[in-house]
């Protein structure tokens, strides 16, 4: 491997400048927070549409409000509240306005048509948060759309903030403002979802596990407050000791990056993105869209700010628990304890295929295992304590392996050893086993010993581990019926681990190049002016230049002596006819290669000019002649093709591409992608890295390595100009021709929005 | 696509023979499963160390076998007989030589150290099957390997068969000769597990599950019996359904693929093969070993044998109880039926990811549809009959999608119209959900009018859908806690569906080509004898030329004259010194390109041997001076590097390879293996087609297609090579060129055993 360190520390005309987007974030924080607090800590609520009909939503919601224990005050919003005066006990009101009191939150379930004058009403009556659980908005086109784009208007009129609308409601630790069936039972998850029904879906099943909630939120339509909003708040919630999220669409991406990653330091963030088949709505014109997955933002922006991601319902409860209940460890460097062979092997497996460490045993811990345990038994990790283990040798083996029964033996290796960092301790129920003994046992070392160390169980079987597994469960030890479920929940605190040990987003250096922005903007203009969206060869070679990525040079000649001129100024040159009209230049001898003096130069334009007037198209419109630098690549002595891009996601823009070019590169698809969000020289390393070509640039078989550094300047550069430039929609290089001192992009590829 | 189907039922030199194995199959069930059947129905057991004693292993088996209701007879053995008389009211013997009766089947629960003895006692008595669960044999290394060698040598000498040693026991229907805890509900499943303690703990789990056992059998240390002999056996079985088995090695890959082909046509056969980590013993000296993955001879032969394979255990069982009560597919064309959005995207995302496919729906039924559900309702598939769906919305839509309410309407698309082959249901409990009464008109549907397409349900919540799932299970429809298990499952039986719609593997044509054994043979012998294990250049090429397989020609002179004639045979030629001992020719002078007559070759011939005499190690032995083809590649209008190989798997035989050749073949990993066993045309061109540049030889961008027939080919000649010569370790070609007519393997490599 290269040294890669060293890179761009070298380059002249860099500005280091720290990101320091800090300040603005808490600035959201506080006001977002102020305003959102409300809706968890409300003094008084007031349901419009509240019923005293048993099955009517508007009769649910009170009702659970009510029983859900609610301590603060309740208004009762009905029409017919002359007649009513009370529902449920409450006092009724024909209107908010009628109410004396002052009211933080109003909960809607009234029919769509009547929502909007109402919350203009809660406006008026400063009520600060609205949960519209009522639908009928954006989710039924049309008229919805406008009824939603008003809502959100008088919320912003009024400086009040909106749950939903099309929601199941909110339920949190002081009441339960939603029409669920349930109240869940109180505990440290945090579960925002988009989808009513999922999140009734989860409350019910939560019914029966060891887990609880801080708050159940249901998003809805987001016409206000989305997912971000929301973790943004619970990020500082003490209630809230993990986030699990079920999201079919992030639509606000840059929000999301700018916010997330700081939560995610704070609370561990969980989120089952789903909807994945229906993505990719992104521009495929090119071919870093064309080899763009679907998903990839989404798995890209995840990654980037922590977010553990779950695939499937079930690992987001499974992680959501792991992270609930257990320690962050610090190292990916764990073992397995087991009875039996063949779970042990399953369990080994899994580890293997989730990327887990097994730690390798000192010496001394290695002989108090030979010392007393059966010789039949497996010492090295994976430990295998075989089927008549009692929960003595159980309870031995965890002490030993964490250094516990540890005194001085003197036998410690000179090296800093890593050691035992957290465990899956299986167990499948024999003769001599004695579920019950053991897990209490586990259980005891590890809440009074491993407090850092996570803890992870599988007991495998039915009846006869019912009543252990039930005993961890109660002492938050989570165990899983078999092996592999275990294995990935280490995996995802393993990667949360070493999200926290990343570098904070706002020490990362972004570098800025000195650049000619100015020119860059001219030659889009006149593109634009001139009806073109797709930039023509002599633009994108200056557009080039002047973010300072090298490319033969080109320049557009408009009469014979500019032509001259330039061929005077770049040397051995190509020339080729401009004009949009005339695809296939050499049919209409539209070009002319080897020219080396300016005379010849002069004479090729004439040339050049009158073949097409003689057999281009009558319509053609020609801007001139192309004097383009003529290099001979065959002098290299090694020479790869890259591929290098960018398409634009429509939630989390600009997505950075680099891997194998060429004729082929669509066949070969060995590409890596990158978000240009922040993007920093590791993030470039890291996306170069992870494609297959990266092995040839560093040279195989005794070959020279190629100028990798000069490759990740390119992607810096690159993402630079995209990011100035959000009207460049599409970006190709192909190839771009890396040599082992230097490149040169070859062909490329601009497209620019209307 | 070009035609692939042309292929080579042009080529003159093939004789097709039908592959017939089946008749010695035949004879090999016969024979086994007739031997197999005392296991499964005796009519005697005598338990060799009986005890009286409880916790003892010879107390729970003569225990279990009693109170799982055997109707024989039983002995209990044991060398105290005489003071006992009886143990647990069975009476006791010395030894099975003193038992009046005959005896089926005996259990062996004593020290290792007795067994033999008491096997031999059992030959002379005429015994039929032992079941050895005593360890300490092989897996204790040492003696114990003798003593398994020994027990086997005594079954073979007296015509018994052996379960074990080392394992559990045996559990079937008529008895429990096992020491488990508890004996199994009885059932469709057959499970045969390599591991005593995960069959311990599925049997435990399963108590609770809505499936039972045929039997559970545990393989040991499979001395004799192992997986194969009892696939075997199961597939005739009238009591099993399914087969389902936990694996953590194969060793008899041949046997394997000759049997299981035939027992999964008549059962579905689920395997989980742990041990995935420590597999890939494989030699890789080559590309083809180095390239590889360890699990990938497991992988291809389950695929070859329609194994349907299991990733974990959660999904042996899901696998399992799915083929047990569901039926099997006819085609890909599913429906969901949802009344949730957000689990019907989850469900959406599941089936794309396991390529389930969702069926198109006729006109007719979106008439119907359109017009019977709510305006909100989504009608085409996934379909969506919203939150507050009734049982009878839920009937109407199932019976509509699968036709049954489908009276001719006159909308029928003339073009014949895929429909529906199954359907998973998912239901989220809402206001308006009534979950009991919705699952028994699923059940009713399904029972009565669908009993050829698979059902299945996901029930998501938890309190609410206690008794509906209960009610499913009870009448064996799948239901699963949320959608993505219930997609895998579906998954499993399409696998399998496709598998049965594949050509029976008598009916395959193995092409065999003209070959010349013989100067094979004795190439080989004559490296062999020279101490050489890797060929020299003109005996690969000379070996390649005997099996059709076109390369640059070569032979080896060994006087001036030779190399005359073989060049005036040739025409332009390369000559090289040929002498195992000099590695870089050039830098001793020994090679000379370019010559075009009989008279350069002469002389060539002398300066070469002169060259490396002065130049060459003293101790170089030279063979002589090969005289090799030179081909101009450059006037060829499209060259493919491809490369060719074959590495031998331990358990599965030869494995050929091919894929992107050169020397950045290593990097560019992409390749695509098949097992050689039974390679037929089809298998040939399914494995080029997996690789990236199968689309390369097809031609891009206007390029003519190379030669792909000529590739598949040489895979089917290299097959045969390497299957009539065992001793062939090893085998690379790359690059093999491939052109738009023909191909030449250029640079070869064969390695052979000593």
Redesign the interface.
């Known amino acids: 491997m290269i040294a890669l360190e060293q890179s761009l520390k070298f380059m002249i005309d860099i500005i280091f400048y720290s990101y320091n987007i800090k300040f603005c974030i808490y600035d959201t924080i506080m006001s977002t927070n102020h305003q959102l607090s409300y809706f968890f800590n409300p003094k008084s609520i007031a349901v419009i549409g509240a019923s005293e009909t048993p ?1 009517k ?1 508007g009769y ?1 919601v009170l009702k659970n409000i009510i029983t859900s224990g609610f301590t603060g005050k309740i208004f009762a919003i009905n029409p017919k509240a002359d007649e009513l005066k009370n529902i449920l006990d409450y006092p009724a009101y024909k209107s908010v306005l009628d109410v004396p009191e002052e009211i933080d939150i109003a909960i809607f379930v009234i029919p769509a048509k009547l929502v909007n004058p109402i919350a203009e009403e809660c406006g008026k009556k400063n009520v600060k948060g609205l949960v519209v659980i009522s639908a009928g908005f954006k989710e ?1 086109g049309g008229e919805g759309i406008t009824r939603e784009q008003e809502l959100v208007s008088i919320a912003r009129k009024y400086n009040m903030r909106v749950i939903g609308p099309n929601c199941l409601g909110f339920v949190g630790i002081n009441y339960n403002g939603s ?1 669920a ?2 109240t869940p039972k109180e505990g440290g998850i945090a579960m925002v ?6 999140l ?3 409350m ?6 060891s887990f609880g909630f801080s708050c159940n939120i249901s998003l809805g339509n987001k016409a206000d407050l989305d997912e971000v909003d929301f973790i943004e708040y619970l990020a500082e919630d003490d209630d809230t000791k993990v986030i699990l999220c ?1 999201l ?1 669409s992030i639509d606000k991406g840059e929000k999301f990056l700018k916010v997330v990653p700081f939560a995610a330091r704070k609370k561990p963030i969980i989120i ?1 993105k ?5 993505a990719g709505a992104r521009a495929a014109s090119s071919h870093t869209g064309a080899l763009a997955g679907a998903d990839i933002a989404y798995e890209l922006s995840f990654k980037k700010s922590g977010v553990i991601r779950a695939k ?3 690992d987001l409860f499974d992680y959501g628990e792991v992270f609930l209940y257990q320690p962050i460890p610090k190292d990916n460097s764990f073992a397995i304890i087991t ?5 042990g ?2 369990a ?3 580890f ?1 295929k989730e990327g887990l460490k097994f730690t390798s045993f000192s010496e001394s811990i290695l002989h108090l295992l030979r010392e007393n345990l059966p010789k ?1 038994a497996a010492i090295f990790n994976p430990v295998d304590i075989i ?1 008549d283990a009692s929960p003595q040798r159980y309870a031995f083996t965890i002490n030993t392996i964490f250094g516990l029964n540890h005194s001085d033996t003197g036998k410690t290796n000179s090296k800093k050893e890593v050691t035992t960092q957290g465990a899956l301790i299986i167990m ?4 001599q086993t004695h579920p019950n003994e053991v897990v209490k046992l586990i259980h005891a070392i590890s809440s009074e010993k491993l407090q850092d160390k996570p803890i992870l169980c599988s007991l ?6 019912h009543e252990a597994t039930k005993y961890l469960n109660d002492h938050h030890i989570p165990c899983y ?5 275990a294995a990935q929940s280490l995996k995802a605190l393993v990667d949360y681990s070493n999200f926290l040990k990343t570098k904070q987003i706002e020490s990362r250096e972004i570098p800025r190049f000195k650049v000619d922005k100015d020119k860059v903007t001219s030659i889009f203009a006149n593109a634009r002016d001139d009806g073109r969206t797709v930039l023509l060869s002599y633009e994108t070679s200056e557009v080039f230049e002047r973010y300072g990525i090298r490319s033969p040079k080109t320049r557009l000649a408009k009469t014979p002596r500019e032509a001259m001129k330039y061929q005077e100024e770049i040397g051995k040159v190509v020339m080729k006819i401009v004009s949009p009209q005339i695809i296939h230049k050499t049919d209409v001898g539209g070009i002319i290669l080897d020219i080396n003096t300016p005379g010849e130069a002069f004479e090729a334009y004439i040339q050049i000019v009158d073949n097409t007037k003689k057999f281009g198209p009558q319509i053609a419109k020609v801007y001139g002649v192309e004097i383009q630098e003529m290099i001979d690549f065959r002098k290299e002595k090694k020479v790869n093709e890259l591929i290098i891009g960018m398409s634009r996601d429509p939630q989390f823009g600009p997505l950075l591409m680099v891997g194998s070019g060429g ?2 590169a669509n ?4 590409v890596s992608f990158a978000l240009s969000y922040n993007f920093t020289e590791a993030d470039a390393k890291e996306m170069l890295q992870k494609t ?2 990266f ?2 640039l560093q040279g ?2 005794g070959e020279s390595a190629s100028d990798i550094d000069s490759i990740l300047e390119v992607l810096l550069r690159l993402s630079q100009l995209v990011n100035d430039f959000p009207e460049i929609v599409e970006l190709d290089i192909n190839p771009l021709l890396s040599f082992i001192k230097g490149y040169s992009a070859v062909d490329i590829k601009i497209t620019i929005s209307r």
């Open positions: 099955g939503v649910n039924v029409f069936a349930n979802s988009q989808s009513g029904a999922m009734t879906g989860m019910d099943y939560s019914m029966e596990q079920y079919e089952l789903a909807g994945i088949s229906e499937t319902i079930s009875n039996a062979g063949g779970p092997i399953v080994t497996d899994a293997e039949e089927g499948s129920p024999q003769a495998i079987g039915g009846v006869s581990i019926p078999f092996p592999e479920r004729i082929y066949f070969l698809k060995d297959k070509i092995s040839l195989v078989r």
